[in-house]
């Protein structure tokens, strides 16, 4: 069945070498009970880590199946631990956690059949603790936790059972017990290959093969036992793809992650508060932008605002030139300009308004009915004045809310008088509600008929500015020339004094704002990023500290089949698992904080569906790019040093 020719293996330690095997020849055939004896030293450990494919030889060949397994890769040796060999610890090493079954079941995983729960129940019923399935090993005696062991090295129906020590933490009557175990198993064809040091033991097996100083010095037989069943014919089984599934993966990290609970909660702290602060300064950042882009929206679209500039360049004195100034009659030349859609003229002061004993300091505006769809005012409540009150001069007003709340006390304002420098006005609209507006009509603020303001209540003979709204985005450059061209014209001024029409494009304004905007929550987003990356070196540390940790369940893995790619997944997940539970925390945190801030300070707060997308890539991403290193780490851990490790 297996054969070692000249098998030598030599450790070294710095400038320390120790030769453990020395030219080492042996022949086990198919069906033997072999135990190996000899003293601490004596090389024994080290030849069945060879001989259970934990270990590869210094030189030599290891024939197995026909086939030579001396120089085969990890992998390799892997796939044949897997699917044909089984391995019993001294020290038993059930994985902590998890239950009897589920330990049993451990293997199936690797091997591509975790659907064969059965199983398990079956090789528990085997080993005499179908009942004790759901019991954790922590419950169980040590002579259960080893017939667990064998049950589970078992479960892939091996060809070769390696047994270190099995009864050497056992107490009489459970070593009776699992000796027995093996010895039935030798009976009904199984091959056994076991370490002891202790005669007793090893004379429960057929052939004793006794090693001292790495060499073999005895080799001796007796009676075979009588074979329940007739010897089959073995065959290599060929390598075939097979590891954990996805989803196994998940249940492990799952169970590994709770198992611990302080020491996750801990680990997801720096991801959680990383996140939150993530979603709550977009959130913040996100909320100012679409308050200052509802604010530019009052502007309205396409707006240009012409003004009364320097008119230094004029050879007429300040005294008698009024060619910069704008008037009404201005509005109809440049209502006839090309691309302009919408015009309005516009005189401000501030004025005291009053409602019986209530009165309010305010800022009044005096425009024309257009000035309404240019800045999105249409009123929420009664109606805008229209031509008919432009040409009459008549003494209407809309006002905002605050004058609403000041003088009328939340009632319905619609139709009742109020003053404006003690003239009786009468109340027709209620604009809507904007808060802070830039340029006018807020909500502290009454608009009432341009030509009231000017010759009523005001007594201004020019317009402050004159608003144009340009039809088409593409048209405002060449409207802008246009304007000007016609203004300068209008009022006999030359090119030399351009600089008395000043004409303002709100579109660039409102660039400059939108860009300030993003800027700043970039700002806030990068900032709150920079928590997540730290929260990522925390987990980084944790994940290396449990690669430590658990460095002897890693190399129990590896025993009974797990491959370093199946080692580097787990962890990988885990950690992955760990980021993003911590992350979905992180977002309900964020949320919340959100909503606290927008009530507490009345600031407006937005938590988009891309800023809770972002942050959850964000923490999936933080477990890859930090989970990376420790589940390399463990994955290229070494089986038997991890077996060994304390």
């Known amino acids: 069945m297996l054969e070692l020719k000249h098998i030598n293996k030599t450790y070294t330690n710095g400038k320390i070498s120790f030769q453990a095997l020395k030219d080492i020849n042996l022949t086990i055939r198919q069906g ?41 890769n990890t992998q390799q040796l892997c796939h044949i631990r897997r699917h044909m060999a089984g391995f019993v610890f001294q ?87 699992v000796l027995q175990i093996i010895k039935d198993l030798n009976r009904q ?32 037989s007796r009676a075979q036992t009588a074979r329940t069943e007739a010897a089959q014919e073995l065959a290599f089984v060929e390598q075939k ?57 009052n502007l309205g679209s396409n707006l240009l605002m012409i003004r009364q500039g320097s008119n230094r360049n004029s050879s007429i004195s300040l005294g008698t030139a009024a060619y910069s100034r704008l008037t009404l009659a201005n509005l109809n030349e440049l209502s006839a300009v090309k691309n302009i859609a919408r015009v309005s003229g516009q005189v401000t002061g501030r004025a005291q308004v009053a409602k019986d004993s209530a009165n309010w300091n305010t800022t009044v505006y005096g425009v024309l009915p257009a000035y309404a769809p240019m800045h999105n ?33 939340n009632q319905n304002p619609i139709g009742q008088t109020m003053k404006i420098n003690k003239q009786n006005f009468t109340v027709i609209g209620v604009l809507p509600t904007k808060g802070f507006a830039m340029g006018s009509g807020g909500d502290d603020s009454v608009i009432i008929p341009l030509t009231t303001a000017m010759y009523r209540t005001m007594g201004k003979k020019y317009l402050d500015m004159i608003e144009a709204e340009i039809d088409a985005p593409e ?32 579109s660039e304004i409102q660039d400059a704002i939108k860009a300030t905007s993003s ?21 980084m540390n944790i994940m290396l500290v449990s690669v430590t940790e658990r460095t002897r369940e890693i190399g129990v893995r590896k025993a009974i089949g797990a ?31 959100s909503f606290v801030i927008a009530r507490v300070l009345s600031w407006e707060t937005y938590v988009s569906l891309s800023s809770i997308l972002l942050s959850a890539g964000f923490s999936i991403a933080v477990g890859l790019l930090f989970g990376l290193m420790p589940a390399r780490q463990a994955a290229n851990l070494n089986t038997i040093e991890a077996l060994r490790y304390e």
């Open 475 to 506: 048209n405002i450059a060449a409207a802008k020339t246009a304007i000007k061209e016609k203004l300068l014209r209008t009022q006999s001024l030359t090119e030399a004094d351009e600089a008395a029409i000043d004409i303002r494009d709100m």
């Open 519 to 539: 800027t700043m929550s970039i700002l806030l987003g990068s900032v709150a990023a920079i928590a997540l990356l730290v929260g990522g070196i925390g987990i």
């Open 32 to 72: 033997e009970f072999v135990a190996i004896m000899g003293a601490s030293g004596s090389g024994k450990s080290t030849l069945l880590h060879i001989l259970g494919f934990l270990d590869n030889p210094e030189n030599g060949e290891y024939i197995f199946l026909n086939k030579n397994v001396a120089r085969m």
């Open 91 to 177: 020290q038993f090493h059930l994985l902590p956690g998890i239950n009897a079954l589920d330990n049993v079941n451990v293997p199936l995983i690797y091997a591509g059949r975790s659907k064969n729960k059965q199983l398990g129940l079956a090789r528990l019923a085997s080993v005499g603790l179908a009942e004790r399935a759901d019991h954790n090993p922590n419950e169980m005696s040590g002579g259960e936790r080893q017939r667990v062991a064998i049950a589970r090295a078992l479960i892939n129906d091996p060809v070769i059972l390696f047994a270190d020590e099995p009864t050497g933490n056992l107490d009489t009557k459970s070593e009776e017990e």
């Open 377 to 409: 005012s249409q009123p929420v409540s009664g109606r805008f004045f229209g031509r008919q009150e432009i040409q009459e001069r008549q003494r209407v007003a809309v006002i905002g809310s605050t004058i609403v709340e000041k003088l009328f006390a």
């Open 189 to 220: 064809g199984m091959t056994i290959v076991m370490v002891t040091h202790e005669k007793e033991i090893a004379g429960q097996a057929e052939r004793i093969i006794t090693m001292r100083d790495g060499c073999i010095i005895s080799d001796t």
């Open 241 to 297: 793809h097979a590891g954990a599934e996805i989803f196994d993966h998940l249940r492990q990290a799952w169970r590994s992650i709770t198992a611990n609970k302080l020491r996750t909660l801990l680990s997801m702290l720096g991801i959680l508060i990383g996140v939150a602060a993530v979603i709550t300064m977009l959130a913040i950042g996100k909320g100012a932008t679409r308050s200052i882009e509802a604010n530019l929206s």
């Open 563 to 593: 491959s370093q790619r199946d080692i580097m997944a787990q962890f990988l997940i885990e950690a992955v698992v760990l980021t993003s539970c911590g992350g979905l925390l992180g977002i309900a945190l964020g949320w919340v904080a």
